[in-house]
């Protein structure tokens, strides 16, 4: 009679130690920050002619010029020569002129900022056009809020008549566990003490 007391006292006291640890584990989170960065639709356009005039325009003081090299001879069947000369290429001064260049420029390509392409237009010694394709990204954190003490209950039937009420409480994954077991034919009682494992 005393030991059967004596163990209802101490499932008691076992079953209200867990009831109080699952509301302080409740209270017991922790707070895990996830950060993604989602590319966004790309946003197209062009700079206005107007924004197209140079800030500051300079005549460097030795200029490279493309030049082609002539040679002077001394006789007119051109078999002795008098000396060879460096003719500034006017053709190729135009050709360059006129030329239409077209480029395509990474400006930046970042994970948190997105990335930015500009292409521009250069023909006749200037800048013609400024076409641009900015690919935003969109930071978004997540707080994720885990509990470190996760209470459980349980119950189970035994085909060898023993029914179980258990109790008990996840630390992280590890679990303990505290089952009182009821035998339905004899009478008997026991105790379980279990541990667990989450996967």
């Not at 409740?26 to 790309?42: A, C, L, S, W």
């Not at 460096?86 to 053709?91: H, L, M, S």
């Not at 900015?134 to 029914?163: A, R």
Request: net charge positive; glycine share 8%.
């Amino acid at each position: 009679m005393k030991t059967e007391k004596l163990g209802i006292l101490l499932s008691v006291l076992i079953i209200l130690a867990l009831f109080g640890g699952i509301f302080i584990g409740r209270k017991t989170v922790n707070t895990k920050t996830k950060i993604e960065y989602i590319k966004q639709e790309p946003v197209f356009g062009s700079i206005d002619d107007n924004q197209l005039v140079p800030v500051k325009v300079e005549v460097p003081t030795l200029p490279y010029l493309p030049v082609r090299i002539d040679t002077v001879y001394k006789d007119s069947i051109q078999t002795e020569i008098k000396y060879i000369v460096q003719i500034v290429d006017t053709a190729a001064i135009i050709a360059d002129y006129i030329l239409k260049r077209s480029y395509n420029i990474t400006a930046f390509d970042s994970k948190e900022l997105g990335t930015l392409k500009l292409f521009p237009t250069v023909q006749y010694n200037q800048l013609l056009g400024l076409d641009y394709e900015f690919t935003p990204v969109l930071k978004q954190m997540t707080i994720y809020k885990e509990k470190v003490w996760q209470p459980f209950l349980s119950g189970s039937y035994s085909t060898l008549n023993y029914i179980n009420f258990g109790v008990g409480v996840f630390y992280h994954d590890l679990g303990f566990e505290y089952q009182f077991q009821k035998d339905i034919g004899y009478k008997n009682n026991g105790h379980l003490f279990g541990l667990k494992y989450k996967f």
